[in-house]
């Protein structure tokens, strides 16, 4: 076959059927990945765009893998030899690929069901990133300190994942600590200030301002503010800040941790005297002898 083709005579017999082969390549694999692109935008507008990722590939393998059968029998290829090469083939790659194949099923099982789009910030065991593209063998996300991670489907179809933006807007939990002297309704009214005085904090749904219980050294507070998804980093940065200057101005004390010697009826601090060890009055030299 290779000599046939190789030899004049063959092309000059065959000229109608290279013209097509050619006409398949250059005009057809052309088209047809403007087609795939166009799927892409239709499904992506439409559904989303894990489902015009999906269609677009799906498309343009298909569609590229006809259209070189029909090179190959335009060139005196017989197809059903290939087929039958392709089949056995096929079935050897298929036992080597048992991975790719679980991969490829857990990527269609994600485009279907949707737990997380293109643009969502997912955290994954340690890994925490923005989602770039959905693959069907696995799915890629760009990290804030702008690492490139690549999570296979499988991965995410076994493990579990969150989706950090996926409604609108979140709630910032902030665990507070104050000394048993201050007064709790008067935290509450601080905390309710600072939530207001804060242009990222949302007036709907209101802020959440809980008393705990009784901490080991503190009276403990839980302060939940929502916010809109985007101005995360923003609120973050001024929260906490805002809180502190807001106790420092009201003398509202944050304690931390203290070691603290009782006798056990009184509140005064235990005393302490420290004296001198017999051994330290030996070994301590004379006074000198004016």
């Known amino acids: 076959m290779i000599e046939n083709l190789m030899s004049w005579n063959w092309i000059t017999q065959h000229v109608p059927a290279l013209i097509r082969a050619a006409l398949l390549l250059f005009v057809a694999l052309p088209l047809l990945r403007i087609l795939a692109n166009i799927v892409r935008r239709v499904l992506s507008k439409r559904f989303s765009e894990q489902a015009g990722m999906l269609g677009h590939i799906s498309l343009f393998y298909v569609g ?3 259209i070189l059968l029909m090179v190959l029998r335009e060139l005196g290829f017989k197809l059903t030899t290939l ?3 392709a089949g056995i083939a096929g079935v050897a790659v298929g036992f080597a690929s048992q991975t790719s194949l679980s991969n490829i099923i857990s990527g269609i099982f ?3 069901e949707k737990p997380f789009q293109i643009g969502d910030v997912l955290q994954v065991g340690s890994t ?22 690549r ?29 048993y002297k201050e007064d709790i309704a008067r935290i509450v009214e601080v905390l309710k200030e600072v939530a207001d005085r804060n242009p990222n904090c949302l007036d709907e749904p209101e802020p959440i301002i809980l008393f705990r219980g009784f ?10 503010v929502w916010f809109a998804k985007e101005d995360f980093i923003e609120l973050r940065n001024s929260i906490y800040r805002e809180i502190k200057e807001r106790f420092d101005q009201e003398g509202i004390e944050i304690p931390f941790p203290h070691r603290t010697l009782y006798t056990g009826s009184a ?14 009055s030996e070994l301590a030299p004379p006074p000198a002898k004016n």
Do not use: C, H, M
């Open 151 to 179: 999570i296979p489907n499988e991965t995410l179809i076994k493990s579990e994942v969150t989706n950090i933006t996926r409604f609108p807007i979140r709630r910032l939990d902030i665990q507070l600590g104050v000394a």
């Open 64 to 66: 590229t893998t006809i």
């Open 128 to 149: 925490t990133g923005a989602v770039q593209a959905i693959d069907l063998l696995s799915t890629k996300l760009r990290t804030f300190d702008n690492k490139y991670v």
């Open 215 to 224: 901490g080991d050294s503190a009276l403990e507070f839980l302060f939940g």
């Open 110 to 112: 994600l485009i279907w």
């Open 267 to 280: 509140t005064d601090p235990f005393p302490v005297t420290i004296l001198q060890s017999p051994v330290a």
């Open 83 to 85: 087929l039958g090469a």
